[in-house]
């Protein structure tokens, strides 16, 4: 018997890949036998990355992501992890804030699935995993206007591609989730000024008690991915500890 979620054969893209969600993902997916082609920005953040081919991309620019999809050919798992947090209100964000929530958050998927899915289509199928979050169109959160807002375009953008090209064989679907221990989580609770009262903040928001781990997040990425789900697309898996059912 073959191991589940298994991945032998696939070539899959992991974006975000240095550190936190995305550096889990990508270990799961090498784990599972896929071809992985780890990208971030920070290239030699990845050069302890075992198994992967890591590769140095800047989600912003759609010649890094034309150049990359020419290195790898046709794949068949997509993985769009990159996002950025944006803390405020409306009042808070400047238009350049509202400009980068969206250029990082929502563009950079626009641009790998638009750069990749002609590939999958021709080969007859693929999955995109998209990363959203619980501050979206699934529950409001105080001080996160940019990134509730660019959260839930990729809910959107998930569910459009979704209902176009599932006729083509391609399966969408994103992962909402909630909070997630991450390095670049602690760097904002040490911007804050007191690290400990910052994480017990957000501590005591979790009603299972503790944050998420980027362990779980990358299970439900590999469920996703795999041919266990080959019945679900469009849909948007909330992983967040209960937090929006509080």
């Not at 889990?24 to 050069?47: H, L, Q, S, T």
């Not at 803390?87 to 980068?100: K, M, P, V």
């Not at 641009?111 to 169109?137: D, Q």
């Not at 362990?215 to 266990?228: D, I, R, T």
């Amino acid at each position: 018997m073959g191991r589940l979620f298994d991945l032998t054969g696939k070539k899959a893209v992991v974006t975000a890949a240095a550190q936190g969600i995305g550096r889990a993902v990508a270990e799961a997916f090498v784990a599972a036998g896929a071809r992985v082609y780890a990208c971030d920005i920070n290239k030699a953040g990845m050069a302890d990355l075992k198994g992967a081919e890591a590769v140095g991309l800047d989600a912003a620019r759609l010649d890094h992501i034309e150049s990359l999809a020419d290195h790898t050919g046709p794949i068949d798992v997509l993985f769009n992890g990159v996002g950025w947090v944006h803390h405020g209100t409306i009042l808070d964000c400047a238009e350049e804030d509202w400009r980068r929530a969206f250029t990082l958050n929502v563009d950079s998927m626009y641009r790998t699935i638009r750069t990749f899915l002609p590939g999958m289509v021709e080969k007859g199928g693929g999955t995109i995993v998209n990363m959203a979050s619980v501050a979206s169109s699934v529950i409001a959160v105080p001080n996160r206007f940019a990134y509730g807002a660019s959260k839930a375009a990729v809910i959107g953008l998930t569910k459009s591609v979704a209902a176009d090209f599932v006729g083509k064989g391609i399966r969408c679907n994103a992962i909402a989730a909630g909070t997630i221990d991450t390095p670049s989580l602690r760097d904002r609770m040490r911007a804050q000024g007191d690290f400990d009262q910052a994480m017990a903040g957000f501590v005591a928001r979790q009603p299972v008690g503790r944050l998420g781990r980027s362990s779980e997040v990358a299970a439900l990425a590999l469920y996703l991915a795999s041919e266990e789900a080959a019945f679900t697309t469009g849909q948007v898996h909330v992983i967040d500890g209960g937090w929006s059912n509080a």
